[in-house]
């Protein structure tokens, strides 16, 4: 993941011919290579095997760098690096997974007026657990454990797709990631974690 995630900053880094994207000035003649930043809210949840954790509201934040790959078609890959806040909670049970996240999307830009653009994306995204906790109600009343310790894997990946809208700098989506790998430890469950996210961040 790590080895995919440099390899696509270097060819992007590499590009000889490049200008600043803008909504409604993307070039149909040159490479365009652009940066951003983005901050927003998750609405996340955890599904699978006897496991329902309705939605948990949380945090995410990043940066991006996307690369023109058409010279005839506003055509984007766009990667980046996120903290994002994840999990679910039932009744008195929460679990909150922090992870970092590595998205590869495949963005196409639209022209909707001479200052607006509108940018629909589909593809992977790569993430780590980083941290987290889980909250219970025990014996002895709440009881905390790291939510990593033994109840689910670090590892996970999945799709996400959504669209976005850029007016000038300024850049607004919607997403919604729906996780593919098993990220419960123990083999014999199958545990997902998704989440719908809404950002907003600047271009430059």
Request: charged share 15%; hydrophobic share 40%.
């Amino acid at each position: 993941m790590k080895k995919l995630f440099f390899a696509l900053v270097a060819t992007i880094f590499s590009t000889t011919s490049f200008a600043q994207v803008q909504a409604g000035e993307f070039s149909m003649d040159q490479s365009t290579v652009y940066y951003g930043v983005r901050l927003g809210l998750n609405v996340a949840n955890i599904t699978g095997d006897g496991t329902t954790l309705s939605s948990k509201a949380g945090l995410n934040f990043g940066g991006v760098i996307g690369l023109r790959i058409s010279e005839t078609t506003p055509l984007f890959i766009e990667s980046g690096l996120y903290y994002t806040q994840r999990g679910g909670k039932d009744g008195s049970y929460t679990a909150d997974l922090n992870c970092l996240e590595i998205p590869i999307l495949l963005k196409y830009g639209i022209k909707a007026t001479d200052d607006i653009a509108v940018l629909p994306f589909i593809g992977p995204y790569f993430a780590l657990g980083v941290g987290g906790q889980t909250e219970y109600s025990g014996i002895d009343g709440k009881e905390k454990e790291s939510t990593y310790d033994h109840l689910l894997n670090r590892n996970d990946m999945g799709f996400k797709l959504g669209c976005g809208a850029e007016y000038n700098m300024i850049y607004v989506e919607v997403a919604y990631q729906f996780g593919l790998h098993n990220i419960a430890e123990d083999s014999d469950l199958s545990i997902h974690a998704n989440q719908l996210s809404i950002n907003l961040g600047v271009n430059f």
